[in-house]
């Protein structure tokens, strides 16, 4: 490959400014906005928590279980479709940590080696693997005990450590919208770029102080180091619109994008760095998106006959070993052997001598679109399919606290019919496989401008193949068992 | 919260000395047309008549569609109902029934595993 850094993207002009959008922006500029949209997900997530230890254990009847696998997943994935990182936004794991905050200030720093999204990549297999092996959508026990794992972690993270340690470094559902939120049409960016030439406060990153104290914050900067001027797209960003509060010439803006062009745009970016050399960050890119079939396939029937199969050729009835193995197949060799496939596919027909992991590191980020097209296939079914579940449970709830508001459960609520939704999640898989190539075309157009088609077609091939298996994963029935070997 | 934890305890079936017994056919279940016949039986083993019996049955997984039934008396104390189990997996069954005494009893049964015919 010619392996030469590739160019500074020159910043574009920001679309649509949501800040600007009558009420929308006006509630958003408002200081308190997130801390509302904070309170109201805490209170949901104490009720989840509470009837998750507490109420009827069965999931179908459980706020735990239904709001978290059914509700807050497709909801999460389609606004991360239609809007951005909101849900980072309004997370309520910060309420608690910014409360301890006020009385305990952090004072260690992140460690140096662990500045990376190795240790978060860990989190983010142990919770898809904890998911499947205590079957965490069929427990309401289980799941209730999540939340406050998450909420737990939130804040002894954040009690020990400075700046967001915890969102950027740790929390699995923080880096799965940031790789998500790749392909969001909003981003937090600057209005201006002159305004921020002439800047000599740089309140975007270093927030605000009291004159008269210079360790009373006023306000926040960046802490998730990401400064605005140099910053691009919507890694590691958590929408908290800190930057936004602290900017003294209000140039920072909530805009429009083309969706997906920072996977295939190479800058140095504030924070993060160039995506180029970024292995973890690509290891990351191939766990979204080998989990999301992972994941999916989890659900169908094939599952218990390959699982079946590799007990009996690893002479054992525990589930743990069997799971474990099939993490290993399905995370670690399958995406070894694909895209290392690839790579060396690529770096055969253009005739470069860079090495299979640069190639890999490269590439690796065209296959988010497709991977997020499966998350959003999968989730999306859940949610539609379920939608009006939550209304009988909620219902009997009250009707448990003796407030009979609603009338009698109306338990023969579902969602919109299977045959309605089938549609759409073929066209969320296509979607993200046709974004797959385009991002693929667009890398290999920048780094082997002289061959750009012969360097793209490997990973074309591989997005197709990619793209077949979740059809055919779309295709097979669905069956959701909490046993092992039909114990 | 408090009222949350109070008001969420599941409500006590007020006629736990009913003994139901449960008959699933085919058997094991499949996917499709499942008859579920189950039988009540006071203390004294005797059936229970004319009891009013709903049987639902919903997926461990939450969000599924729950499949409901209204039960006819084939025999003494013996309650039928037909269930089309939609999907594949793990299922429970829960009963629901009001004694000619007034009293309510309530069950569930596990049906794991289901697969296609």
């Known amino acids: 490959m010619n392996a030469e850094p590739a160019t500074e993207t020159v910043p574009a002009s920001p679309g649509l400014d949501l800040l600007r959008v009558p009420v929308i922006g006006r ?30 254990q069965l999931a179908s009847r459980n706020l735990a279980t239904l709001l978290t696998w059914v509700h807050y997943r497709g909801v999460l994935v389609l606004v991360l479709l239609v809007a951005g990182n909101l849900f980072c936004m309004a997370c309520p794991f910060m309420l608690p940590r910014d409360l301890a905050r006020r009385f305990f200030k952090p004072v260690l720093k992140w460690p140096r080696r662990l500045r990376n999204k190795g240790f978060a990549v860990v989190w983010f297999i142990g919770v898809l693997f904890a998911y499947e092996l205590f079957d965490l959508w069929g427990s309401p026990w289980w799941t209730a005990w999540l939340i406050v794992g998450y909420f737990s972690a939130a804040l002894l993270v954040d009690a020990l450590f400075k700046n967001a340690s915890f969102c950027k470094y740790v929390c699995p559902i923080g880096q799965f919208n940031f790789v998500a939120s790749t392909l969001s049409p909003l981003e937090v960016k600057v209005r201006d770029h002159d305004t921020c030439a002439s800047c000599r406060t740089l309140d975007c990153i270093k927030g605000t102080r009291a004159e008269e104290d210079n360790t009373l914050v006023l306000q926040r900067g960046c802490e998730l180091a990401l400064f605005q001027p140099a910053k691009t797209g919507n890694m590691d960003c958590t929408f908290c619109l800190d930057c936004v509060y602290a900017c003294p010439h209000d140039n920072i803006a909530i805009a429009t994008r083309l969706p997906g062009s920072e996977l295939w745009e190479d800058p140095r970016r504030s924070g993060i760095g160039r995506f180029s050399t970024r292995t973890d960050l690509a290891v990351l890119a191939l766990l979204f998106t080998f989990g999301a079939l992972l994941n999916a396939f989890g659900m169908v029937s094939p599952v218990y006959a390959v699982q079946a199969w590799l007990a009996e050729r690893m002479g054992t009835t525990a589930e743990a070993p069997v799971l474990g193995t099939l993490f290993l197949l399905a995370l670690v060799v399958e995406p070894l052997l694909l895209i290392g496939g ?146 | 919260m408090v009222l949350l934890v109070v008001g969420c305890r599941p409500a006590p079936d007020t006629a736990s000395d009913i003994a139901v017994t449960w008959q699933v056919a085919p058997d094991p279940p499949r996917i499709g047309q499942t008859t579920v016949t189950v039988a009540l039986a006071d203390s004294l083993r005797r059936p229970i008549r004319e009891a009013r019996v709903t049987l639902k049955g919903t997926m461990t997984h939450p969000g599924m569609a729950p499949v409901l039934a209204e039960t006819h008396e084939v025999a003494p104390g013996r309650y039928q109902a037909t269930l089309d189990l939609t999907m594949g997996g793990d299922w429970v069954l829960l009963l629901q029934a009001t004694l000619p005494d007034g009293r309510s009893v309530q069950r569930q049964k596990a049906l794991r595993g289901i697969r296609a015919p």
Not at chain 1, 34 to 43: E, G
Not at chain 1, 447 to 456: G, I, L, S
Request: charged share 10%; aromatic share 14%.
């Open chain 1, 27 to 56: 509630f958003l500029q408002w200081r308190r906005s997130r801390r509302v949209m904070q309170a109201v997900l805490l209170l949901v997530a104490l009720a989840m928590i509470v009837h998750g230890f507490w109420g009827p």
């Open chain 1, 342 to 487: 690839a790579a060396y596919l690529t770096r055969r027909v253009t005739g470069s001598s860079e090495k299979l992991l640069s190639v890999t590191t490269r590439f690796a980020y065209a296959l988010i679109p497709l991977g997020f097209g499966v998350w959003l296939s999968h989730y999306s079914f859940h949610l539609l399919t379920g939608l009006w579940t939550f209304v009988p449970v909620v219902q009997q709830v009250l009707l448990d606290l003796g407030i009979p508001l609603f009338g009698s459960p109306m338990w023969h609520l579902t969602g919109v019919p299977q045959e309605l939704v089938l549609p759409l999640e073929f066209g969320f898989l296509s979607l993200g496989a046709l974004g797959s190539l385009l991002v693929a075309y667009r890398i290999a157009a920048r780094d082997h401008p002289e061959r750009p088609v012969a360097a793209f077609v490997p990973w074309a091939v591989l997005s197709f193949m990619l793209w077949l298996a979740a059809l055919w994963l779309l295709n097979q029935p669905m069956e959701m068992r909490g046993t092992f070997l039909g114990s």
